[in-house]
């Protein structure tokens, strides 16, 4: 399957006007992992935390609801959460760790969950993992250079960016400034484009912005845990649905943006290969 196993599908959004101003689409990653927080399912999360630059995000163990949300928005820069987890357990000694993931990251904990020879310690404290849907990822240089010479601004007057509608958005106090994504292809890390998981189909509910409507986001529950957790916030009023069957532009969308990834990795790991160079697959 394209997306991955999954057991629901369904569009959402948080339902805190505090989480919905702060956060990149639906909010739901800052919903369900506050929500996991204040039901105790989780003792803490690690999160991409806030820095002095608002797109250097740097890894946060956070153990109130109030750190989550100082974490919530995209950065599309790395923030290496998976290094945190050890963090949370040696060092915070939280047993019931959450914590947010891209593909790649979850790659990670997946194995260390699979064959945990040296962080037994750590990997059954794993409780939640949310993961988000991710195209690509740029070194934090390679965002400041694009964002400088293509778009003719600076990191400093950037309050956001996005993804969305084939182009990449950076916006300030005065303008939405776009540029068409293969303009950035070149700039983002050279995994990427080897990368074939879009949509995060290791983590137990992932979401991401394509196929919902502004504002909200496209849910995929995938495991009991990840399911069940949702499908109480939602009970609790957290998080609001619709049927996504019901929304526009949908699935097919998330479909065809999924497959493309899985296609484009595919031919460049062949490229690769042919040319002699190391791929990890
Ligand atoms: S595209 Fe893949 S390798 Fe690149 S940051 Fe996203 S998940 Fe990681």
């Known amino acids: 399957m394209v997306l991955g196993t999954y057991k629901d599908t369904i569009c959402a959004r948080a339902t805190d006007k505090a989480i919905q101003k702060v956060s990149q689409d639906g909010g739901i990653v800052t919903a369900l992992l506050s929500y996991a927080l204040d039901e105790k399912i989780i003792e803490g999360a690690v999160v991409a935390g806030p820095t002095e630059d608002m797109f250097k995000p740097k890894p946060l163990v956070a153990l109130t609801a109030d750190e989550i949300i100082s974490a919530a928005g995209t950065k599309y820069t790395f923030s290496p959460n998976v290094w945190a987890l050890k963090v949370a357990v040696r060092q915070y000694g939280l047993e019931k760790v959450g914590t947010v993931a ?14 945990p020879f040296a962080t037994r310690f750590l990997a059954d404290k794993i409780k939640l993992v949310v993961g988000i849907f991710c195209m690509e990822n740029f070194p934090y240089a390679s965002l400041e250079t694009f964002i ?7 990191m400093d007057m950037t309050m956001k960016m996005d993804i969305g509608k084939g182009k990449f958005w950076a916006y300030n106090d005065e303008e939405e400034l776009s540029i068409p994504l293969k303009e950035t292809h070149g700039y983002e890390q050279a995994g990427c484009n080897i990368c074939k998981d879009y949509t995060a189909e290791l983590s137990d509910v992932s979401t991401g912005s394509v196929g919902a409507p502004s504002g909200w986001s496209v849910i995929l529950s995938r495991t009991e845990t990840g399911d069940s957790i949702f499908k109480k916030a939602v009970e609790a009023g957290v998080i609001e649905t619709k049927p996504i069957d019901s929304v526009k532009p949908g699935l097919g969308l998330l479909e065809k943006i999924a497959n493309g990834k899985k296609t484009n990795a595919t031919d460049e790991i062949k490229k690769r290969v042919e040319m002699g160079l190391p791929v990890p697959f």
Request: glycine letters at 4%; aromatic letters at 4%.
């Open 102 to 115: 891209i593909p790649c990251q979850l790659m990670g904990i997946r194995k260390m969950q699979s064959y």
């Open 148 to 154: 400088n010479e293509k778009m003719h601004s600076s």
